[in-house]
Nanobody, 124 residues
Framework: QVQLIESGGGLLQAGGSLRLSCAAS????????MGWFRQAPGKEREFVAG????????FYGDYMKGRFIISRDNAKNTVYLQMNSLKPEDSAVYYC?????????????????WGQGTQVTVSS
């Protein structure tokens, strides 16, 4: 069992930056993928970024690469999402999740555990 708690969301203006954190507790194996998803009102939950827990390999959604950076601190059991040059269309609830299968990074159904989400609102 893994518990995830996100933090760092908020309201900011377009062009700004924000760093989200996801604190994990429970058993996390090196092969696990830690992912960030987001969901805007009326839209599907979409993949943002993922990172393998041990090696730190990363993968990004098509529209996030270059603006968002995912990282992890194994000692703190925490995953981060640095978001830069934010746009109003980035407004959403951002969720942290764990994929124990180690594959299917972009597939929501591959993730076993989810946090409660943190709201990010970007004004124009």
């Amino acid at each position: 069992q893994v518990q995830l708690i996100e933090s760092g969301g908020g309201l900011l203006q377009a062009g700004g930056s924000l760093r989200l954190s996801c604190a994990a507790s429970g058993r996390i194996f090196g092969s696990y993928v830690m992912g960030w998803f987001r969901q805007a009102p009326g839209k599907e939950r979409e993949f943002v970024a993922g990172i393998t827990w041990s090696a730190g390999n990363t993968f990004y959604g098509d529209y996030m690469k270059g603006r968002f950076i995912i990282s992890r601190d194994n000692a703190k059991n925490t995953v981060y999402l640095q978001m830069n040059s934010l746009k109003p269309e980035d407004s959403a609830v951002y969720y942290c999740a764990v994929n124990s299968a180690g594959y299917g990074w972009t597939q929501r159904g591959r993730y076993d555990y989810w946090g409660q989400g943190t709201q990010v609102t970007v004004s124009s």
